[in-house]
């Protein structure tokens, strides 16, 4: 079975703070992507990497970045955190363009 | 603008009944449509991916239709069970060339079983 590892289910950080949230897929998955999901919004892209050191901005990245350093894992970066970072981060990993996207457990960012 | 819209929004049924739920979209060109299960506080799971050449595809209790005409799909469960509750969320790739397919998520049906 496909595995995707995020590092934390919640997390809570202060304004301000620099935040960082971990991703692993155990597969050699090439595809891997950040989303948010907030209630009555669906889930949103914040980031994909298609590639190792490869990334591109999905539809809402103002305020994040990414890195990724190996294949395996995808990180993104909350270079300040704010308020309305508030939200449930999900990873997801796929093999290729046609196949079905595996998604990690979560973690809700809290940020106070 | 690409969109997927789900309907309804939320739904109560007894354990047992089947219930249908309802996704449109406006997404081109269109690459194929996914059905996830989303526990609450977890990660959506895969349900169904069906491509355009495809109108109907099973998985246990779920079938999922798609009219690629109307641009509908359709989920339906049959004799549902307590732990389908769930939210179910319709996402539609779109070919935008290049390494990856775009992924437009609805905002899904939260689907709530009673016994």
């Known amino acids: 079975d496909v595995k995707v590892t995020q590092s934390s289910r919640y997390l809570v950080k202060r304004t301000g703070e620099k935040v960082f949230l971990e991703c692993v897929q155990d597969?050699?998955?090439?595809?891997m992507f950040w989303y948010r999901q907030d209630p009555g919004l669906g889930l949103r892209l914040i980031y994909f990497s298609y590639d190792v050191k490869m990334k591109e901005k999905g539809d809402i990245p103002e305020g994040y970045s990414v890195s990724r350093e190996k294949k395996e894992r995808f990180s993104l970066i909350l270079e300040s955190a704010s308020t309305n970072q508030t939200s449930m981060y999900l990873c997801?990993?796929?093999?290729?363009?046609?196949?079905?996207?595996?998604f990690g457990q979560g973690t809700r960012l809290t940020v106070v | 603008k690409n969109q997927v819209e789900q309907s309804p929004q939320s739904l109560i049924i007894l354990e047992g009944k089947n219930c249908t739920l309802q996704c449109n979209y406006t997404v081109s060109p269109f690459s194929n449509l996914r059905w996830y299960k989303q526990d609450t506080g977890r990660g959506p799971v895969s349900l169904t991916i069906?491509?355009?050449?495809?109108n109907t595809k099973s998985n246990g209790r779920y079938t999922a239709t798609l009219d690629a005409d109307t641009k509908q799909s359709s989920l339906h469960i049959t004799a549902s069970q307590l732990s389908d509750s769930a939210s179910y969320i319709c996402v539609v790739s779109a070919n935008r060339g290049g390494a990856t397919n775009k992924l437009i998520f609805g905002t899904g049906t939260l689907l709530a079983v009673q016994p």
């Open positions: 069906m491509t355009f050449s495809e």
């Open positions: 597969m050699d998955h090439e595809n």
């Open positions: 997801a990993s796929t093999p290729g363009r046609y196949t079905e996207a595996f």
